[in-house]
């Protein structure tokens, strides 16, 4: 019962809508206290030896990636190629809007900076050109969601690190439920639009936008070809990423300034600044629950009310789809990632497949009331009331949930790569 009742603390502080900083380091204290030998000064020195580990600088090097080439042209160009490609389909610019997601997702491992940098190019230009508000809206923010499960993924990073799981078998288990995701939101963007004339190719603008996008393109090529040949790690590739991203913005496309590379970084230190205390301190939360063997007796726990995997995942689904509605994916993953994992393994699931699934799961948490981030973000990037900004993704979501299902029941998916 002592496992239970140390998620009740964890569920009443949510309740009581307390920081997750105060969540975790009541859970660690929890832990000592009642498991160990009540020595509290050892949270610190295990916080010390949980942030000493090289992974960890992939999650700033890849957030500063992503805001050097938001701030700078590369999303704008790599749009236009993507749209002149697409302009024959019917609903083009949706299922541009899409595509475009997924590539600068490769890029930035952010779904709020997916969002932003391609809603602010496609947003307008749907509306523009006589799509509806709420297609045009919920496109994007949902779109961006890709940013999560799209490798390189912090999500991905965060759950490698605390489920001790290769981040390289989750990037490369990342690729084909990406891909699914990718062609169910394709598939609704063009169903949506069946009505809409498609426009011809354009030919000469698809010409101008491959030649001043060209160096935008090669990114995605150059980022994931080092990272599944094996010749840099995951951490290396974020610092090639970084390093190409501020070459091209500041002597190719020389859109990039001291000035504007100098706020960008203050920003991503921000960031950083928000995100590094949390994952310190879920890390030590790792580690003394593994100490104390808390994820067995949760095994044992779960053996005893829950019969079968199938009703297992089940549960887990219903769980994380519960749990994206009312916590951001970062702290969802270093609360539950140790706790779930070890008993999804009870159960039969290979680590990677369940990592994959409660990406996805979380992802979906990006676009449900009342918490979702990219719900949050698009009321003051796009200027949209909150009401429109739910209605506008519901209809992704139901697409997305029919993802959800099948990277479930396919397991192959997920592992097929690795």
């Not at 496609?122 to 779109?143: H, Q, W």
């Not at 605390?162 to 990406?178: C, H, K, N, Q, R």
């Not at 603008?205 to 094996?230: H, M």
């Given at each position: 019962m002592t496992a239970f009742a140390l998620l009740a603390l964890v569920l009443a502080l949510l309740v009581l809508r307390q920081p997750l900083t105060v969540i975790l380091i009541s859970a660690i204290a929890y832990v000592h206290i009642f498991w160990g030998h009540g020595y509290l000064d050892y949270i610190v020195e295990d916080m010390w030896v949980s942030l000493n580990k090289e992974l960890i600088l992939a999650v700033p090097l890849f957030l500063l990636c992503g805001a050097v080439m938001t701030e700078g042209s590369a999303a704008r160009r790599l749009v236009r190629i993507v749209r002149a490609l697409t302009a024959p389909t019917r609903g083009g610019l949706g299922v541009a809007a899409i595509i475009s997601c997924a590539v600068f997702a490769a890029i930035s491992g952010s779904s709020i900076v997916t969002m932003?940098?391609?809603?602010?190019?496609?947003?307008?230009?749907?509306?523009?050109?006589?799509?509806?508000?709420?297609?045009?809206?919920?496109?994007?923010?949902?779109?961006?969601?890709?940013?999560?499960?799209?490798?390189?993924?912090?999500?991905?990073?965060?759950?490698?690190?605390?489920?001790?799981?290769?981040?390289?078998?989750?990037?490369?288990?990342?690729?084909?439920?990406?891909?699914?995701?990718?062609?169910?939101?394709?598939?609704?963007?063009?169903?949506?639009?069946?009505?809409?004339?498609?426009?011809?190719?354009?030919?000469?603008?698809?010409?101008?936008?491959?030649?001043?996008?060209?160096?935008?393109?090669?990114?995605?090529?150059?980022?994931?070809?080092?990272?599944?040949?094996?010749?840099?790690?995951?951490?290396?590739?974020?610092?090639?990423?970084l390093v190409y991203a501020v070459l091209i913005e500041f002597f190719i496309h020389r859109e990039m300034t001291l000035r504007k590379y100098f706020n960008v970084v203050t920003e991503t230190a921000k960031l950083g600044g928000a995100l590094f205390p949390l994952i310190a301190v879920a890390l030590s939360l790792n580690l003394i629950l593994t100490e104390y063997r808390v994820p067995a007796q949760m095994v044992e726990l779960a053996g005893l009310y829950i019969d079968s995997p199938l009703a297992f995942i089940l549960i887990v689904n219903l769980l994380l789809l519960a749990v994206g509605a009312f916590m951001t994916t970062n702290e969802a993953i270093l609360i539950l990632g140790p706790i779930l994992m070890p008993v999804a393994l009870a159960y039969g699931f290979h680590p990677v497949h369940f990592g994959i699934i409660m990406i996805v799961n979380l992802e979906i948490g990006y676009l449900t009331p009342p918490v979702g981030m990219n719900l949050m973000v698009a009321l003051v990037t796009f200027k949209q009331k909150f009401s429109e900004v739910v209605m506008s993704v519901l209809p992704y979501i139901a697409v997305m949930v029919i993802g959800l299902i099948i990277i479930t029941a396919v397991p192959w998916l997920s592992l097929g790569l690795l």
């Open positions: 932003i940098a391609v809603g602010s190019v496609l947003y307008p230009a749907m509306k523009e050109a006589g799509y509806t508000n709420r297609f045009a809206l919920g496109t994007v923010v949902s779109g961006g969601t890709l940013g999560i499960i799209i490798p390189p993924s912090i999500p991905l990073i965060l759950y490698g690190l605390v489920t001790e799981t290769s981040i390289v078998d989750l990037f490369l288990a990342g690729v084909l439920p990406g891909l699914v995701l990718i062609v169910l939101m394709m598939t609704y963007a063009i169903w949506a639009n069946r009505h809409r004339p498609a426009q011809k190719m354009d030919w000469a603008e698809l010409g101008v936008a491959v030649k001043t996008g060209i160096w935008a393109a090669l990114f995605p090529i150059i980022l994931l070809g080092g990272i599944y040949s094996g010749y840099y790690s995951p951490t290396e590739s974020a610092a090639v990423a």
